[in-house]
């Protein structure tokens, strides 16, 4: 079902994405791709697609604080594949099967360390690693996947990692190939971007969305969903699902514009006067200064000012003083 919130797993239920798809189908066997596009635009659902046809292992980085997490994690990815990988799980020391769930043991007799759970999976077999949202971690977790990357990187040819991150210039820099201090240095990636609907496909996953729940409605409806959601897929679906449920365009907006909020609540106090001063239209540098200094009675040294608009950019929710999400512009106006 097109409205459903989750990410899609299947290349059946995927819209549009072929592009794409054939990129990482191409990709398969080289050691490092990224997959980079904004929150909600379809990175999760285009990853777990591509799996469908190849031996891999999906593993959300999100929320992981502590070793105790990652390992966690790795061992859900792990479980998600047994259909596919059980004969090689079975044999490693320090992984167990129990019922329909793998466990990872990561400490004390027995235990194994990821470059060797990731030896054993490629021994025979190429295997593709899903590393989602792992610009998410921090040191020494970081360090610790990045070395084990740069270790099968250099070591085990039957190895594809596919990292992704809705915060692009943060997964960049935690891959640091630009970076003589990261394990990473100097490793050549491939780069897939996961890009907008145009209007056009807006319009038509949104059709065949309502179809798909046998609801008609105007063309209305959905002309102001192609408009206001710019063709991020993860809105669409909200809009749509709200619409068969509630009917009411403004109630819709509100909670998207909620949601997006706490999102941006995450943000630091100078992160979120500049947030909120290029919502409210500031184009430059000098003209964020200026609004920014207006409301607060403050003056805002220019570094931290130059800083501020970089980190923004960093966690792609600004480019050149325009939102990536409009959903987030509004947002940004009740901060
Ligand atoms: N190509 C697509 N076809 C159908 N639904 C999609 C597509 N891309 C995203 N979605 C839907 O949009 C929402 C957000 O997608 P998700 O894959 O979680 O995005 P991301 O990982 O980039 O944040 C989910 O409900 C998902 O099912
Ligand atoms: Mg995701």
């Known amino acids: 079902m097109l409205f459903d919130p989750r990410p899609k797993s299947s290349r059946k239920e995927l819209f549009d994405r072929e592009k794409q798809l054939e990129a990482l189908d191409r990709s398969i066997g080289k ?3 990224l997959v980079l596009g904004i929150r909600r635009i379809g990175k999760s659902s285009l990853l777990l697609s591509f799996l469908e046809n190849w031996k891999g292992v999906y593993i959300d ?30 044999g490693i020391s320090g992984v167990k099967i129990a ?21 054993q999976l490629t021994k025979k077999q190429t295997v593709v690693f899903v590393l989602d949202e792992i610009q998410e971690l921090r040191p020494p977790l970081s360090f610790e996947l990045k070395n084990t990357i740069a270790y099968a990187y250099d070591n085990l040819p039957n190895c594809t990692f596919v990292l992704s991150g809705s915060q692009i210039g943060l997964l960049k820099d935690f891959v640091g190939v630009d970076n003589p201090e990261s394990p990473l240095f100097g490793r050549y990636y491939t780069e897939v971007r996961v890009e907008r609907f145009t209007k056009e496909q807006s319009r038509e996953f949104l ?5 798909e729940l046998k609801q008609s409605v105007e063309r209305s409806v959905i002309e102001k969903g192609v408009a206001l959601f710019d063709g991020i897929p993860g ?21 998207a514009i909620n949601t997006a909020r706490n999102e941006l609540l995450k943000l630091n106090q100078r992160e979120k006067q500049v947030a909120k001063a290029i919502a ?8 964020v200064r200026k609004l920014i200094e207006e409301k607060s009675g403050e003056i805002i040294p220019k570094s931290t000012l130059t800083r501020t608009i970089k980190a923004l950019e960093k966690l792609s929710i600004i480019q ?7 959903v987030y512009q509004l947002a940004a106006k009740l901060l």
Request: glycine content about 10%.
């Open 320 to 326: 050149d003083y325009r939102f990536l999400d409009p």
């Open 207 to 211: 059709q065949r969305g309502f179809g």
């Open 61 to 90: 980085l999100r929320g992981v604080r502590n070793t105790a997490d990652l390992y966690r994690k790795i061992s859900e990815g792990l479980t998600g594949s047994l259909a596919k990988l059980r004969d090689v799980i079975k």
């Open 280 to 287: 409210n239209g500031a184009k430059s540098w000098s003209s």
């Open 235 to 255: 809105w669409l679906v909200h809009y749509g699902m709200s619409y068969v449920e509630r009917k009411n365009y403004d109630e819709i907006l509100e909670i």
């Open 31 to 33: 050691p490092l791709i």
């Open 99 to 119: 019922g329909v769930e793998v466990t990872l043991k990561w400490r004390g007799v027995d235990s194994i360390s990821l470059p060797r759970l990731i030896e």
